[in-house]
DNA sequence: GTCTATAAAAGGATAGAC
DNA sequence: GTCTATCCTTTTATAGAC
């Protein structure tokens, strides 16, 4: 058994969404790409609304998931490998052509018509990044593994690293763009790390 | 004698076109917000992608005069102070709802259809601010305000830094975000700075 | 230069046969 | 579920009067 064909238009929806933004992409193009006709979607879903609300809420979904770490490994790792295991699972989530391109449009050009609908989920998401961001800091500073000054400021810094390679990742090819991760990453260490200034 | 009406139109569109995009901005929204019919666009420009690559070719000239630095001004101020006074300038461009949003939208998502276009006008305008920092920052190695370090990682870092806040201007209401950009610059200088490690 | 009228094409959406 | 045919609206663009 083959994936189905609403899988499918999703997928491609996606992909076109991604690329070229909800009014540079008709509802034919996603048709004519699943390799069916126009009319026939609209036995999958409502309207274009419909489609590309459902697939910004699956995008959304599979966001929070990627960067979600396992309480497991929360346990075991180190803070600063805890700090550099989510801050690659969010780059490789923007690594991704589709997903990640759709993401940073999104969040950066939401389409007027739902503006709100969508900064509504984006909240939602930072809020359950920014708890993790916060239980890893808080029992980095418990194990003295961060150095002993607020924590606000510490995500406010974690968060415009973050920003940052978000948009580089534009810009730069990958084995080029992976040093860069890795450089930022380091010299945001340095600072937070307990012997640091 | 006031304001013409093809540099009525240009600003119109140019407000349009960075708020909901090239395919989210009809003619007609266009003209309505300039107070005339559509068909009298015609008489000022060839067509619609004419008159997005005008006001596109305004916008980056724009944006290259903004980021030059007067060469009296080259003379007299210290490196930390060129530096500063240089991201300020691209960032108080960002700062503007309709230039600096236009210039952002097209930089990171421009329409496919004239993608080649937009990227060799981008790789103009980087050559041109590029050319600028480095100017600063051999100057500045030469005085010995900036420690003896190569000087590409410099500009690396330099520019992770403006991306970092070309994003941030999208979530932080405005005081809030000139700390954050003193901060960040703050940092950035520690780093380069003689004495700095 | 600006208007009305209109063409020509494209886009979203529905009806109904298979 | 998918198709053809069709509808309605919007959009880009032109023709021609004023």
Redesign the interface.
């Known amino acids: 058994m083959s994936i189905s064909t609403s899988e499918q238009i999703k997928q491609s929806a996606l992909q076109l969404f991604a690329?070229?933004?909800?009014?540079?992409t008709s509802l034919n193009d996603v048709a004519t790409k699943v390799g069916i006709k126009k009319p026939s979607l609209y036995a999958h879903f409502k309207n274009k609304d419909d489609l590309y609300l459902s697939i910004l809420h699956e995008l959304m979904d599979t966001f929070k998931e990627s960067v979600s770490i396992d309480s497991s490994i929360m346990e075991q790792y180190s803070t600063k490998d805890l700090l550099y295991l989510f801050l690659k699972n969010m780059v490789d989530f923007w690594k991704d052509e589709t997903m990640g391109l759709l993401y940073?449009?999104t969040l950066?050009?939401p389409?007027?018509h739902f503006r709100s609908t969508i900064q509504e989920q984006f909240l939602q998401t930072e809020a359950h990044t920014t708890a993790i961001l916060r239980e890893i800091m808080e029992k980095g500073k418990r194990k003295q593994e961060i150095s002993n000054q607020p924590i606000e400021p510490l995500i406010?810094s974690f968060y415009?690293?973050v920003?940052?390679l978000?948009?580089?990742r534009?810009f730069y090819p990958l084995p080029q763009y992976d040093m860069?991760v890795e450089h930022?990453f380091t010299?945001f260490w340095k600072?937070a790390e307990t012997g640091g200034e």
């Open positions: 690329q070229k933004g909800y009014f540079g940073k449009r950066l050009f389409e007027e406010d415009c690293l920003d940052g978000f948009v580089q534009f860069k930022a010299h600072a």
